[in-house]
């Protein structure tokens, strides 16, 4: 059974940065691409970033374009998500995802979750 592992998560003030981790355990699953995810209090789950395998491919929401970094170690099993200049709007619950098959900026598309760690961004 696959699991990923969130951490990296907590309190910061506006303007500065957190770098989140995904680990990932069980299996020899390999997945085509890894996500992040985020859901702040009574909001929908949205896409923030994804990576593909090979980590050559990456794609990122608007809205954390230019101040996101998503990354990869594959030797480690672990995705990055390097946020700078983060804002009160950054917070909420950050999720890994991973998916079986291609990349993705919907969350229907992926197969496994983690549980999620907590971001937020004081003003």
């Known amino acids: 059974q696959v699991q990923l592992v969130e951490s990296g998560g907590g309190l910061v003030q506006a303007g500065g940065s957190l770098r989140l981790s995904c680990g990932a355990s069980g299996g020899t699953f390999s997945p085509t691409s890894t996500g992040w995810f985020r859901q702040a209090p009574g909001k929908e789950r949205e896409f923030v970033a994804t990576i593909s395998r090979s980590g050559l491919s990456t794609f990122y929401a608007d809205s954390v374009k230019g101040r996101f970094t998503i990354s990869r170690d594959n030797a480690k099993n672990t995705v990055y998500l390097q946020m700078n200049s983060l804002q009160s709007e950054d917070t909420a619950v950050y999720y890994c995802?991973?998916?079986?098959?291609?990349?993705?900026?919907?969350?229907?598309?992926?197969?496994?979750w983690g549980q999620g760690t907590q971001v937020t961004v004081s003003s």
């Open positions: 995802a991973a998916a079986k098959v291609g990349i993705w900026v919907v969350k229907d598309r992926y197969d496994y």
